[in-house]
C-alpha cells in the first residue's frame, strides 16, 4: 500500500510536513519549513513537502492510495462550530491543489485522531510488540495528555486530559512569561537547569495524586468556538494565574526596530536568565506531573516498555528521568515527537490497518532530500565561492575540527525533526568550556546559556556517560562521567548532564568515521553537534541553503559533500584538489 502522511492545513496549523510509506516503510519524509524558510511554516499546507516526497517514491497522486491527514479535521472544526467542507474531494482540493498535483483520480482521504496518530508513530516504529504509550502535547481533538497500551499491533486508549489541563500550553505559558515566547520550550528546558525549584504547585494551580494531576486555572472543559485550539485561552488563563501568584512580573517582550541591525527583532524588559527559577520550577512540575501520570501507567497496564510521541516528547530532560525510574525497563521516544511526526503517525496507522507490516527505526531519521556531488559543485561555482575536493572529506574535516575550527557538516540526506543528528549539523571539538559560549554568542547569535549535546562514537559512550545502550536520537539527558566531564565540558549542562547522540558505524559511516578521526587527533571519539541555521531559521535543507548560512555566520569551514569551503583569511591545515 501507498500513504502519504500529511500535517499542515493552509491557515490553520504549525510544523507542515509530509511522509510516504510503501509497504510499510518509509520511503520520503520532510518539513515544509525547510523548503519555504519559514520557521515551523504557520498556517501553511506541505505543498513542497509533498512534491519532494512523490518524486523522491517516483510517484504522482494517481499512484497513492491513501492521503491520512494526522488530524481529524472534520471533528475539529464541527465542535468549535467552524464551517468544513461539503465532500473529500472539495477538502483534498483545498489540501492539495490540481494545479499542483494533477491526477485524473481522486486517492482515499483519511483523517487520522491525532493523539492515535502520535501514538501510532511511537508503537509501530518502536519495534516492541507491547508496551505502555504516552501522548503528550498541546492538545489534538479533545485531548492533550493521552495514557495508552500498544499490545500485538492494537493501540488500545485507556484515559486521557482534556485540552484546557495541556502540560503543553502551561509549559508554553511558562515560556512566555519569562520573555522566551510560547514555543520557546527547549530554550527553558536549557534555562531550567540553571535555577532551583520552589512551589512546584505554582500558587495551588497543580494538585498531585498518584495517578496524574489536577489543574485549577484552566477549566478542564474549555473550548474556544471560532478557533481550531484552545492555546491561546488556556495561555490567557495561566498568564492571569502566574501574575497573580508569582513574585516577578511578567518579562515582557516588545519588537523594536534596531539601527544596527536594520530590522525589527524581540526586546525584553530583563534578560530571561533572570527568571531561571521559575523555568526551575515549571520543569520540576512537569516532571512531577508526568512521572505520576507514568506510574500509574504502567500500573494500570502492567507494562514495564514505554513508548512516548507528542510534542513534550522533545523535553530530553524530562525523557532522561522517565528513562531511569526503575518501573521503566525499555523506554521508546520517537525522535520526530512533535507534529511534524503526525505526518509519519498518520501514514504508519493506516499502513498498519490495511495490513502491512510496520518497518521500525534504526536510528536515523534521514528521509529527506539528498544532492549529488555534481549538483553541489554547479552550486558552488554558480555563487564564485572558492573550495577544494577531497577523496576523505571525513579526514579533511576532521583536522579543521581538532584545530579548533568550527565547521559546517552538509551530508546525504536531510533529516526530520528540530535535532541535527550528523547531516546537517554545524560542528566543533566540544573543548575548551569556553568553545559553548563561542558558537552560542558569536556564531549562532543566541543566550550564552543555551546548551549544547555531543555526538559520540557508541564505542566511546561507556567511557563519556556511562552507558551502552544506544542513543541515537538525541533525545534523552544522561548523567556524563568523570572522564566526560573533562573531555567535553562544552557541552556538559549545568546540573551535569548532556544530551547525546550515539552514532553506529552501521546507521551513519561517514559521520561514524568523522568522529573517529577526531578521536585519533584528539583522544576522545565525540563532537560538539548544533543544529545547522542561523537565529530564528530552520535547519539547512540544500546545498544553497548551507552556503548563504555559511557566508552569513562567521564559521570557519564549511562540508558540503566532498567538497570544502574555507573561510578566506583562515590558513589550511587539509590538503586537496581543485
Known sequence: MRVLGINGWPGASHDGAACLVVD?????????????????????????????????????????????????????????????????AAALEHLLPAKLFPRTRDPRLTFVNHHMAHAASAYHLSGRDRGAILVLDGQGEDESTTLAVGIDGVIKPLRSYAPGW??????????????????????????ASYGSPQDLTFGGAFTFADDGFTVGPVPRDLLAKGSTDEEAATIRHWMAHLEKTLRRPPNKATRRFLPELGRYRKVTDHDPFEYRDIAATAQAALERCVIDSVRALLRESGESTLMVAGGVGFNATLNGKLMRLPEVQDLFVQPLAGDQGVSLGAAIWVAAQEGDRIAPMTGSVAWGPQW????????????????????????ATAGLLASGAVVGWHQGRAEGGPRALGHRSMLAVPSPEATRDHVNVRIKDREAWRPFAPSMQEEAAPGLIGTDTPLPYMIVTTPVTERGAAVMPAVVHSDRTTRPQTVSRHTDPLYHRLIGEVGRATGSAVVLNTSFNGREEPVVCSPRDALDTFHRLPMDALAVGPFLVERPGRTSRTEGRR
Request: proline share 3%.
Open 24 to 88: 510499510g516503510e518509509v520511503v520520503a519524509l520532510a518539513e515544509e519549513e525547510r523548503f519555504t524558510r519559514n520557521k515551523h511554516a504557520y498556517g501553511e499546507a506541505p505543498l513542497h513537502a509533498v512534491a519532494y516526497c512523490l518524486a523522491e517514491g517516483g510517484l504522482t497522486l494517481d499512484d497513492v492510495d491513501v492521503v491520512a491527514h494526522g488530524w481529524d479535521m472534520p471533528k475539529l472544526f464541527a465542535d468549535r462550530g467552524l464551517e468544513w467542507f461539503p465532500h473529500d
Open 166 to 191: 495541556s502540560l503543553g500550553y502551561f509549559y508554553s505559558a511558562v515560556c512566555e512569561y519569562v520573555g522566551l515566547g510560547a514555543d520557546a520550550a527547549g530554550k527553558m528546558m536549557g534555562l
Open 372 to 395: 549529488s556531488a555534481g549538483q553541489i559543485r554547479d552550486v558552488l561555482d554558480a555563487s564564485g565561492t572558492a573550495y577544494t575536493e577531497h577523496d576523505d572529506i571525513a579526514a
